[in-house]
């Protein structure tokens, strides 16, 4: 399956945002997601992946002091299909070309499957941080 990483110009809250993350089950995104209004702003900066016409999952980059917050959303039927890890490539791409030094990610503990992701993170090269956040370095071209 061959994915498309489209950026949005004027990231807004849509229907596919709404089924991917403000339909995930508690505790995995922040709840305020689930409440926004269709069309509303979003801040940072958001990639859509799609194939054949399907949005399969979301990329958010938040730069700010030379690292980057991420966010990872896939759809639930298709997880377990490499949208993840492509999207996390994606977005090691989007920083190094903005001159960034780290991405990290925030798993919250409400997660229901915090210690998964954890170690999915971890297997692509994220460390714990002091913070309870992982983190991993952006590899220079």
């Known amino acids: 399956m061959a994915f498309n990483w489209?950026?949005?110009?004027?990231?807004?809250?849509?229907?596919?945002?709404?089924?991917?993350?403000?339909?995930?089950p508690p505790g995995i995104f922040?709840?305020?997601?689930?409440?926004?209004?269709?069309?509303?702003?979003?801040?940072g900066e958001w990639?859509?992946?799609?194939?054949?016409?399907?949005?399969?999952g979301y990329g958010w980059l938040d730069a700010a002091?030379?690292?980057?917050?991420?966010?990872?959303?896939t759809a639930p039927a298709a997880r377990r299909q490499g949208v993840?890890?492509?999207?996390?490539?994606?977005?090691?791409?989007?920083?190094r070309a903005r001159g960034l030094n780290y991405l990290y990610n925030v798993v919250r503990p409400s997660h229901p499957d915090a210690a998964a992701l954890r170690a999915w993170l971890e297997r692509h090269g994220f460390e714990a941080a002091p913070d309870s956040s992982l983190v991993r370095a952006v590899p220079r071209a």
């Open 47 to 56: 990639w859509r992946v799609a194939s054949d016409g399907h949005t399969l």
């Open 6 to 24: 489209i950026r949005e110009t004027h990231p807004c809250w849509d229907d596919d945002k709404q089924h991917i993350i403000g339909d995930a």
């Open 84 to 95: 993840g890890a492509f999207i996390l490539e994606k977005l090691e791409g989007e920083a």
């Open 65 to 73: 002091w030379g690292d980057a917050e991420i966010l990872l959303a």
């Open 30 to 43: 922040d709840r305020r997601y689930a409440s926004l209004a269709k069309g509303a702003p979003l801040l």
